[in-house]
């Protein structure tokens, strides 16, 4: 078994182990609360600020299949458990609907023509697709 970095074995799982800009937290709860979810958040920031553990966790919220509109995600259903190992392990093969982008990778007209061609299809499930 492969043995996983700090950096993975202790990032939150959930909104609520989420620890930093409580701004953009409270920002976030509410966003996800509203009957209408926002269709794009655009998170950005210098290095080590969360972005990507935010994103990761937003992803889980918009995936998940019970989620609370208090508690958030159940943590439970098929996509909440996919999530959990996706931010543990940095491995998404079992759940297609989800594509990290790291923009200093891919920072091509290649990759974006990519990402738009993707985003324009329907999702596997019909569900949300997170980039």
């Known amino acids: 078994m492969e043995e996983i970095g700090f950096h993975r074995k202790y990032r939150p799982k959930t909104l609520?182990?989420?620890i930093g800009n409580e701004r953009l937290k409270?920002?976030?709860?509410?966003?996800?609360?509203?009957?209408v979810k926002p269709q794009v958040i655009l998170l950005k920031g210098p290095a080590g600020t969360g972005?990507?553990?935010?994103?990761?966790?937003?992803?889980?919220?918009?995936?998940?299949?019970?989620?609370?509109?208090?508690?958030?995600?159940?943590?439970s259903c098929y996509f909440c458990q996919a999530?959990?190992?996706?931010?543990?392990?940095?491995?998404?093969?079992?759940?297609?609907?989800?594509?990290e982008v790291d923009i200093t990778d891919s920072n091509k007209k290649q990759d974006i023509?990519?990402?738009?061609?993707?985003?324009s299809s329907m999702s596997f499930d019909g569900n949300w697709r997170v980039y």
């Open 16 to 18: 609520t182990e989420y």
């Open 26 to 35: 409270k920002s976030v709860f509410n966003a996800i609360r509203s009957e």
């Open 51 to 75: 972005k990507t553990s935010m994103a990761r966790l937003l992803a889980k919220e918009y995936l998940c299949e019970n989620r609370d509109t208090e508690a958030g995600a159940c943590n």
């Open 83 to 99: 999530m959990n190992d996706f931010i543990e392990s940095g491995r998404n093969d079992i759940i297609p609907n989800v594509r």
């Open 113 to 119: 023509d990519e990402i738009l061609t993707e985003a």
